[in-house]
Antibody, heavy 121, light 111 residues
Framework: EVQLVESGGGLVQPGRSLRLSCAASGFTFDDYAMHWVRQAPGKGLEWVSS????????GYADSVKGRFTISRDNAKNSLFLQMNSLRAEDTALYYCAKGLFGSMNWGLDYWGQGTLVTVSS | QLVLTQSPSASASLGASVKLTCTLS???????IAWHQKHPEKGPRYLMK???????NKGDGIPDRFSGSSSGAERYLTISSLQSEDEADYYCQTWDTDIHVFGGGTKLTVL
C-alpha cells in the first residue's frame, strides 16, 4: 500500500524558513517523480513544485520560485521542501504526491494527508 | 498559457448521474488530464488519467461508476448512481514541460 506522510508544518513568522518532509513507503521511491501541492484556506489546489526520479528535472510555480527548494533522498525514501522568505500567502495545507512515472511531466496518482503551514506574526 | 477551466459548482440527486466538465485553454486541446476527488479534512484522491481520445486509466479501487470522456478541448468526468459519499470537490489537473496546472475545482452537491 502506497503511503505518503508529510511532516514539518507549523506556525512561522513572515520572512522565516521552514522545511517540510514526506516519508514514502509501499512503492519503489526512486522510480517515480514526486510533487508538492498546496491548498490555502478556502481555495483550490495549487501546484508548488516537482522533481523527477533522479532529480535532474525540477520545476517550481512562479509564486514560489527563488524562495522554495525541492529535493529528495532516494536512499531514505524521502521528499523535502525547503521554504525560505515565507509570506502570509504561503499559508496552506501542503500535500506530498507521487507521480505516475519517473519524469515529472506526467500526472499524480497518490497523495498524502497534508501538513499545515501557517505564516503569521 | 496552459489553463484549465471548471464550473464552480454542480448538483444532482442521489442515484442520478452527473457530468463534470474541464476545459483546456486554446492550443492545448490534445493534452491529457487527471481527475482528483477532494473531501474536506482529507487528502485528495486520484480518480483517473484521461487522454484526448477519451481513453482513461483509473486509480486503484475507483468504482466503475466513475468514467471519463473527451471531446475537443473538453474533458469530462461522469459519475453514475450518485451516492452521498460522492459529495466532494473535483479537480482536473494537467501538465506541460516542467509545470503542472490545476483547474479551480467543482463543488459537487448530492441532493
Amino acid at each position: 500500500e502506497v503511503q505518503l506522510v508529510e511532516s514539518g508544518g507549523g506556525l512561522v513568522q513572515p520572512g522565516r524558513s521552514l522545511r517540510l518532509s514526506c516519508a514514502a513507503s509501499g512503492f519503489t521511491f526512486d522510480d517515480y517523480a514526486m510533487h508538492w501541492v498546496r491548498q490555502a484556506p478556502g481555495k483550490g489546489l495549487e501546484w508548488v513544485s516537482s522533481v523527477s526520479w533522479n532529480s535532474d528535472t525540477i520545476g517550481y510555480a512562479d509564486s514560489v520560485k527563488g524562495r522554495f527548494t525541492i529535493s529528495r533522498d532516494n536512499a531514505k525514501n524521502s521528499l523535502f521542501l525547503q521554504m525560505n522568505s515565507l509570506r502570509a500567502e504561503d499559508t496552506a495545507l501542503y500535500y506530498c504526491a507521487k507521480g505516475l512515472f519517473g519524469s515529472m511531466n506526467w500526472g499524480l496518482d497518490y497523495w498524502g494527508q497534508g501538513t499545515l503551514v501557517t505564516v503569521s506574526s | 498559457q496552459l489553463v484549465l477551466t471548471q464550473s464552480p459548482s454542480a448538483s444532482a440527486s442521489l442515484g442520478a448521474s452527473v457530468k463534470l466538465t474541464c476545459t483546456l485553454s486554446s492550443g492545448h486541446s490534445d493534452y491529457a488530464i487527471a481527475w482528483h476527488q477532494k473531501h474536506p479534512e482529507k487528502g485528495p484522491r486520484y480518480l483517473m488519467k484521461l487522454n484526448s481520445d477519451g481513453s482513461h486509466n483509473k486509480g486503484d479501487g475507483i468504482p466503475d461508476r466513475f468514467s471519463g470522456s473527451s471531446s475537443g478541448a473538453e474533458r469530462y468526468l461522469t459519475i453514475s448512481s450518485l451516492q452521498s459519499e460522492d459529495e466532494a470537490d473535483y479537480y482536473c489537473q494537467t501538465w506541460d514541460t516542467d509545470i503542472h496546472v490545476f483547474g479551480g475545482g467543482t463543488k459537487l452537491t448530492v441532493l
